[in-house]
């Protein structure tokens, strides 16, 4: 039941997220489609990321037992693994412009990493660092996204 609330929740935040992107203004000059370009493509992603949701968990009602996923679903560990991934996310939130993101994102990938992926050191710190190489080149160098410099400056 939550999984399909979840898609629902989705839907429906994707279809406010692309009414909100088509109240952008047009540029009179420049690319017809402006700022609206990337945020569309971005909500697009959600509405499929919704559909495949719903379609995912279609799929997985009709071929496992219902008490057994509802008895999952309730098991406090994972409820307590939730809350702390949200606290863990809320604290990269707030950390994000003070400490900057060339900081705060490894840090904050190598634990969710070493959580999921436990004793794999090098491979988690790899992806971590690699990522976070990537993402920051591709919106500061080729989007000029100006990410926060925190600690390092800028």
Same mark, same amino acid.
């Given at each position: 039941?939550?999984?399909?609330? /979840?898609? @629902?929740?989705i839907? !429906?935040? #994707?279809?406010?997220? =692309? %009414?909100?992107?088509?109240?952008l *203004? ?6 017809p ?13 959600l509405l ?6 719903i ?11 219902p ?11 994972? /409820?307590? @693994?939730?809350?702390? !991934?949200? #606290?863990?996310?809320? =604290? %990269?939130?707030v950390a994000?412009? *003070?400490v ?17 992926n436990?004793?794999?050191w090098?491979v988690n710190?790899?992806?971590a ?6 993402a ?5 160098g ?9 600690l /390092?400056?800028?």
């Open positions: 039941m939550r999984d399909w609330l /979840l898609a @629902i929740a839907l !429906l935040g #994707a279809t406010v997220y =692309l %009414y909100a992107d088509s109240r *203004p047009r540029l009179a000059i420049g690319d489609m402006g700022p609206r370009a990337f945020p569309a493509l971005i909500g697009i992603g499929l990321s919704g559909l495949l949701l379609l995912e968990t279609w799929r997985k009602r009709a071929a496992a037992a008490h057994a996923a509802d008895a999952a679903a309730g098991d406090p560990k994972h /409820l307590k @693994i939730l809350l702390a !991934l949200a #606290a863990w996310t809320a =604290l %990269y939130y994000f412009e *003070p900057g993101y060339l900081i705060a994102t490894p840090i904050y990938l190598f634990a969710l990493l070493a959580f999921f436990p004793r794999r090098l710190s790899a992806v660092l690699g990522f976070t190489a990537s920051y080149g591709v919106f500061a080729l989007l000029n996204v100006q990410l926060p410099g925190g /390092l400056g800028s």
